[in-house]
């Protein structure tokens, strides 16, 4: 049983390290949409997907609030699906930081 655990804390310590990576590559991306002015919203879409995959795994928080408030201005309908989608699935504290 003490082997399994090991293991087990092996893997997961591999998976995060690989999802801190990911979530720094998705982080730069947030950041040139943002610098760039970016629009298309079904890429956008799609990173907000794969931060929510990962926010179980790595603190996406912080990626993910900044590419929500560039949202906002974009699609508001879109911004509320992904605020809504966030707070359900990781913590409410987003929830008081955007005053519902």
Do not use: P
Request: proline residues 0%.
């Amino acid at each position: 049983m003490e082997y399994l655990f090991d293991d087990l804390k092996g893997l997961l310590i591999g998976a995060k390290k690989e999802c801190n990576k990911r979530l720094k590559s998705l982080d730069n991306m947030v950041n040139n949409i943002v610098s760039w002015d970016y629009t298309e919203t079904s890429t956008i879409e799609k990173i907000f997907d794969e931060l929510l995959e990962i926010g179980m795994l790595c603190d996406v928080k912080e990626t993910y609030e900044k590419l929500l408030n560039y949202f906002k201005n974009i699609d508001y309908d879109g911004y509320e699906f992904y605020k809504n989608e966030y707070i359900s699935q990781y913590e409410s504290d987003l929830e008081e930081s955007y005053s519902l």
